[in-house]
């Protein structure tokens, strides 16, 4: 798995020559994009969330098209419509702004609940259907969305199962001092974003997507994995825990992660990693909960110290016998 860390190094660095000191953000991004999972992007306006989504699409030679979410868009405005040809007496498909390797749906929660049902089968099954008529997306694919987790006039709340449907939940935050003024510096003549270019193709990107599926993943990780789920299940804070499919999520992103990092085996410490971002978006917290100020990030947490990391040898036992 030597081969998804230099790709993830290569495409973190041209992403830091415009988003400046977010890292471990970044890497996060990487991951969904290795998992062609989706990821909402949760922050307060002007830390550069759409500058991030527009940025990964252009450092990867992929089609890319953009999503401004409003109250009065429409299902089809997302999707696509059948327009009727005069000439041979038929109905033609009309591929909507879906259909493109990377979409960045900007303000997702501007939009009414019937427009965000409309992304709810291209997230899942990466297809469309429109008058009865399955239409397959491009691969890769992936959804990039955008909230602003405080401003809630005239926004729509995501619902849950739309919420399943992300990977990942990240947020930038404020830059540090320093930060911010070598960003002043980059921006003086013009965005850094303009000069961005593509570092990685899409065979390359297609070839890492395979290999991280290959990465091992002990026994005993996995069992700390599912443990971890039942925890936000039983935990008497939580209204309604995770999900298998949060299962499935940690499993692939602690893949994915280990490759990025260099091995072919996950740690305990990647899944711990990985649990903030992967999990509290998918979980409910109670109205006592609630009523005590406690957020999801930090049950979660709580749920982390409490359970006991697995002990013992992580590597794939094949692997001395091949050396």
Do not use: W
């Amino acid at each position: 798995m030597t081969s998804v860390q230099p790709f993830g190094e290569k495409l973190i660095v041209n992403l830091e020559n415009v988003i400046v000191g977010k890292r471990a953000t970044l890497e996060m991004i990487v991951v969904g994009l290795l998992c062609q999972g989706h990821v909402l992007i949760e922050d307060v306006p002007g830390v550069g969330k759409t500058v991030l989504a527009r940025s990964l699409a252009r450092s990867i030679g992929c089609s890319f098209n953009r999503l401004q979410f409003t109250p009065d868009m429409l299902p089809s405005d997302v999707t696509g419509v059948s327009i009727y040809n005069q000439s041979n007496k038929k109905f033609e498909f009309r591929q909507g702004p879906i259909f493109a390797q990377v979409v960045l749906v900007d303000e997702i929660n501007r939009a009414t609940p019937k427009t965000q049902a409309a992304l709810l089968e291209a997230m899942e099954e990466r297809q469309v259907t429109v008058d009865g008529v399955t239409h397959l997306l491009p691969r890769p694919f992936m959804v990039l969305a955008t909230q602003n987790p405080i401003e809630y006039e005239g926004t729509f709340p995501l619902p849950e199962a739309q919420l399943d449907r992300f990977l990942l939940r990240v947020r930038l935050g404020y830059p540090n001092l320093s930060d911010e003024i070598e960003i002043l510096e980059r921006q003086q003549l013009q965005h850094p974003i303009e000069t961005l270019k593509s570092v990685i193709a899409v065979d390359e990107l297609l070839a890492a997507i395979d290999a991280i599926k290959k990465i091992y993943v002990s026994s005993a990780v996995k069992r700390y994995v599912v443990e971890l789920i039942n925890r936000t299940r039983s935990n008497t804070d939580v209204y309604l825990g995770a999900s298998p499919r949060g299962s499935l999520s940690l499993f692939r992103t602690g893949q994915a992660l280990a490759a990025l990092s260099g091995r072919d085996f996950v740690l305990p410490d990647d899944i711990k990693r990985l649990a903030g971002s992967v999990l509290a978006h998918r979980i409910i917290v109670g109205p006592a909960a609630r009523l005590r100020e406690l957020s999801a990030e930090k049950i979660v947490q709580e749920i982390l110290s409490d359970l006991p990391v697995p002990g013992g040898d992580f590597e794939e036992p094949a692997r001395s016998k091949r050396q």
